[in-house]
């Protein structure tokens, strides 16, 4: 599962790198979230009300990359909860199903999707996991986003139950969208995706060949997982995910994550 991601024009010089800062949203990105989204419509990018930007970008649930010689955002994602019955439960905690929607890349040819969606996944398995999946509703005719999502991210095609049609409020048309998933068995191919940024934090665009660095120091929430996300990607917990007769539900898979050490109780005082 690779794309083509190397430059070999090597007659131009490619332009200076470029330094993106990634990290996910807090509060007081209100405005810019707007902005971006304004600024960078697309015909495959569902607008949302200001209203739902902001309560997401409050709740840290918006992975975004920012430009940072010109301060600006360029690529933004956010993880959305759908609940059954949502209207008769009220806000609840836990989500049924969270979907990755409103991807938006206004830089062309890093194939950033690939770690930008791997980092949302973990990032939402690790502080409040979905009860049965992650998708994303892609229209049809947009196959870059749908073969990037199934063949270099490993999500899954899937026709979604009524519930799912349900809670999400998504127009019931045939022949509209695609849906793909990311269930228990896609997990370990999230954490090689997002191990292999943080490895090499750096992503070279296949047509210009310009460099761009990735600085992963603003995500503090990645502090302390690397053994988690390499148990995750390739260990026991691997092989626990991928066991063909595993539960399919990102809910219970999140069980199953290695646990972090319990920190060292306090001794008693020294006696003098
Ligand atoms: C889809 C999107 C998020 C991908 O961004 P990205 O990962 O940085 O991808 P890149 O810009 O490097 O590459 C897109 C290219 O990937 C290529 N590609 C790479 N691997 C591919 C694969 N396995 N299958 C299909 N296309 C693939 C496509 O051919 C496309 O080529 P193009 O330059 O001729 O258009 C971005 O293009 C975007 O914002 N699109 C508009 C909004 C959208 O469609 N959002 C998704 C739905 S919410």
Redesign the pocket.
């Known amino acids: 599962m690779e794309?083509?991601d190397s430059f070999n024009n090597s007659a131009q010089t490619p332009p200076a790198p470029l330094r993106l800062t990634a990290r996910f949203s807090r509060p007081g990105d209100e405005q810019i979230v707007r902005d971006f989204y304004h600024t960078?419509k697309?015909e495959?990018?569902?607008e949302r009300d200001h209203a739902v930007l902001d309560k997401y970008t409050q709740d840290n649930r918006i992975i975004l990359f920012f430009d940072r010689d010109n301060a600006s955002l360029c690529?933004s994602?956010i993880a959305l909860s759908h609940n059954l019955n949502a209207p008769a439960k009220g806000p609840v905690k836990k989500s049924t199903w969270t979907e990755i929607?409103?991807?938006?890349?206004?830089?062309?040819?890093?194939?950033?999707?690939?770690f930008?969606v791997s980092a949302q996944i973990m990032h939402e398995m690790f502080k409040r996991p979905p009860a049965q999946f992650f998708f994303?509703d892609?229209?049809k005719k947009?196959?870059?986003?749908?073969?990037?999502l199934?063949?270099?991210i490993g999500w899954h095609f899937f026709e979604p139950e009524d519930d799912l049609w349900d809670a999400s409020e998504l127009r019931h048309e045939d022949g509209l969208l695609d849906w793909l998933r990311c269930t228990t068995q896609t997990l370990p191919q999230q954490a090689r995706l997002l191990l292999k940024t943080i490895d090499k934090p750096s992503i070279t665009?296949?047509?210009t060949g310009q460099v761009a660095n990735i600085d992963l120091s603003e995500m503090t929430w990645l502090r302390g997982k690397r053994a988690a996300l390499e148990n995750i990607a390739n260990g026991t917990v691997s092989t626990i995910l991928l066991d063909p007769a595993a539960n399919q539900n990102v809910g219970w898979a999140a069980t199953q994550f290695p646990k972090r050490a319990a920190p060292q109780k306090a001794g008693p005082a020294p006696q003098p």
């Open positions: 794309t083509k960078f697309h495959f990018v569902e690529a994602s929607g409103a991807t938006r890349i206004a830089l062309k040819g890093f194939n950033l999707s690939p930008m994303a892609i229209y947009n196959t870059t986003a749908s073969g990037i199934s063949q270099v665009n296949r047509t």
